[in-house]
């Protein structure tokens, strides 16, 4: 990628000599913030997708050892587990919609409340809403 046409960002000038990048000085107005990344917004989603996948998945393994220590995970703790997990797979597939974030931390919510049902699940929730919070930092840090 030689060309600036191609490169956003070139690291040479059309004359052929290296452009002076100031180091630990943040851009200028009008130009974007460089995360380094090629794409920041695929990067963000993955992120996310990734957070919302390993809380589903954890919430369905978590079902079995809560019954057996636990003792009264009824059948509509079981529904809701099962219900939150499938929602957060769903919007780990819809990170690309820009609600999905929000619909994101609604969830997370939802899992603190599950607390009601079991206090395991409000210690699950708490620690995914910390995740989510610290993925929400990082969508903010890279994309602006």
Do not use: C, K
Not at 100 to 113: H, M, R, S, Y
Request: charged letters at 15%; proline letters at 8%.
């Amino acid at each position: 990628m030689t060309s600036p046409e191609r490169d956003p960002h070139p690291t040479e000038d059309p004359t052929g000599l290296p452009v002076e990048q100031p180091v630990g000085e943040e851009p200028t107005a009008g130009q974007p913030r460089r995360s380094g990344l090629r794409n920041p917004e695929r990067a963000v989603r993955g992120l996310g997708a990734g957070t919302l996948s390993l809380e589903a998945l954890v919430l369905l393994l978590a079902i079995q050892p809560i019954r057996v220590v636990g003792g009264d995970l009824g059948g509509a703790a079981i529904g809701a587990v099962v219900a939150l997990a499938v929602a957060a797979v769903v919007l780990a597939g819809m990170m690309r919609r820009p609600w999905a974030w929000n619909a994101g931390t609604v969830l997370q919510g939802l899992l603190i409340l599950g607390g009601l049902l079991h206090w395991s699940l409000f210690g699950l929730g708490v620690i995914f809403a910390l995740v989510w919070a610290y993925a929400l930092h990082v969508r903010r840090v890279i994309l602006g």
